[in-house]
């Protein structure tokens, strides 16, 4: 008689799930981390220079990321470089700063909770995916959730801001899905790739925001606290992260992590102003998280038999 251990079977695709729910929580540290750009910025940088502010952001953690790489981009990732840098920070980061000067927080952020739908939809046209009306439908819904979340009775209307925040959400939805597109070259690692975009935006930014804004003066230690916060973790660290999850990540539930800021910029608020948070904001909350975790679901598909397919 054999005592032979009858091998276990594993269900196909449950590594890589496992592996996948693995790199979505790695992933989601880094809007966790962008949600902290607010009261950052409000708290501790000099107010009324947003392109300096964006300048700070990007290069000094460009120029880092390339030290530690040690690689420039060759051939057609010369271009590649400029135009992700441009959609993913250049363009990005300044938007991004216009539409929280021009409209309050709660607005600012339900627009930039709309870029999971529009990632959807580029990956269509882009990518060529089949439109999942089940993430879509998440991605609504975390929309609603966030809105739930951050808007308040007084909050207004302006259009410049409501154009850059659009603006904005479909610069860096559009610079993830053509990052998932070209992915990266060979060999490279994922700071490499960081750190060519980061170096492109902040070129692209020096002579605008020195001419434009200037260095702002007194520059204390705390904003050099807050400009060091954002360029070396809010920039450097998660940008490595962020590239490294769209690598191994379907994009649009990529793309609904990004949920993650506009809650996290939240609680920062409310803790910070000492002010509960109401039924209706928790109820954001939930909304929002479950469309978040629902939305790394693929839709379970059916055969002609009723079986899983």
């Given at each position: 008689m054999s005592t032979a251990a009858t091998p276990v079977p594993v269900l196909p695709g449950a590594a890589s799930s496992t592996s996948r729910a693995g790199w979505a929580a790695l992933t989601a540290i880094a809007p966790a981390v962008w949600g902290t750009t607010y009261i950052v910025t409000t708290h501790l940088l000099p107010q009324g220079h947003p392109l300096f502010a964006a300048l700070m952001r990007s290069l000094p953690a460009g120029l880092i990321a390339l030290a530690l790489a040690r690689r420039l981009p060759r051939g057609a990732w010369w271009w590649r470089s400029a135009v992700l840098g441009v959609l993913n920070m250049g363009a990005f980061f300044p938007l991004l700063f216009v539409a929280a000067q021009h409209l309050p927080g709660g607005v600012a952020a339900t627009l930039g909770a709309t870029q999971p739908i529009l990632v959807a939809f580029l990956a269509v046209a882009i990518l060529h995916e089949k439109l999942s009306a089940w993430r879509t439908a998440?991605?609504?819904?975390?929309?609603?959730?966030?809105?739930?979340?951050?808007?308040?009775?007084?909050?207004?209307?302006?259009?410049?801001?409501?154009?850059?925040?659009?603006?904005?959400?479909?610069?860096?939805?559009?610079?993830?899905?053509?990052?998932?597109?070209?992915?990266?070259?060979?060999?490279?690692?994922?700071?490499?790739?960081?750190?060519?975009?980061?170096?492109?935006?902040?070129?692209?930014?020096?002579?605008?925001?020195?001419?434009?804004?200037?260095?702002?003066?007194?520059?204390?230690?705390?904003?050099?606290?807050?400009y060091a916060w954002l360029g070396l973790v809010g920039a450097l660290l998660t940008y490595t992260v962020w590239f490294s999850g769209i690598r191994r990540l379907p994009v649009a539930p990529t793309a609904l992590l990004g949920l993650l800021s506009p809650l996290v910029a939240a609680v920062l608020g409310a803790v910070i102003a000492a002010e509960a948070l109401t039924a209706v904001q928790i109820a954001g909350f939930a909304l929002a998280l479950a469309a978040m975790a629902c939305g790394q679901l693929a839709q379970r598909r059916r055969t002609s038999k009723g079986l899983p397919a």
């Open positions: 998440w991605g609504l819904a975390g929309m609603v959730g966030v809105g739930m979340v951050v808007l308040g009775p007084g909050a207004g209307l302006d259009p410049i801001g409501i154009i850059a925040g659009i603006a904005g959400a479909a610069s860096m939805g559009t610079g993830v899905v053509l990052t998932k597109k070209w992915g990266r070259p060979e060999g490279l690692i994922a700071i490499g790739l960081a750190g060519w975009q980061l170096t492109a935006a902040g070129l692209l930014l020096l002579i605008p925001a020195l001419m434009i804004d200037g260095i702002p003066p007194g520059i204390d230690a705390p904003a050099v606290a807050g």
